[in-house]
Nanobody, 128 residues
Framework: QVQLVESGGGLVQSGESLRLSCAASGLTTGYYHLGWFRQAPGKEREGVACISSFSRTYHTDSAKGRFTISRDDAGNTVTLQMHSLKPEDTGVYYC??????????????????????WGKGTLVNVVS
């Protein structure tokens, strides 16, 4: 059974940094893309950054230059390092896993599948 557990969210001031982690278990066969998505209050969920099994990364425009996604060598932990946080970064951050097919990590981030594996999310609240 696939399980994704996020941690690291919290309340921070504008300009500060946070590091989110996602522990993945049950990804026992095949290759998986892993990614971070977020949902702000009253808005749809959107992609933030995604990474392949071979550590190819994609960061959406909202994340470029401020956020960095990475995964450990075992591929079971994916991290999102966030710097220079802004109030508009506030939201619930979700970790997701997608079985690798011919879709790229950009595809995963920009057009996520509803039937991907999803974590329950961690709240990031950035106040000015």
């Amino acid at each position: 059974q696939v399980q994704l557990v996020e941690s690291g969210g919290g309340l921070v001031q504008s300009g500060e940094s946070l590091r989110l982690s996602c522990a993945a278990s049950g990804l026992t066969t095949g290759y998986y893309h892993l990614g971070w998505f977020r949902q702000a209050p009253g808005k749809e969920r959107e992609g933030v950054a995604c990474i392949s099994s071979f550590s190819r990364t994609y960061h959406t425009d909202s994340a470029k230059g401020r956020f960095t996604i990475s995964r450990d060598d075992a591929g079971n932990t994916v991290t999102l390092q966030m710097h220079s946080l802004k109030p508009e970064d506030t939201g619930v951050y979700y970790c997701a896993a997608e079985a690798a097919t011919d879709r790229t990590v950009q595809d995963m981030c920009e057009m996520p599948w509803a039937n991907n594996y999803w974590g329950k999310g961690t709240l990031v609240n950035v106040v000015s």
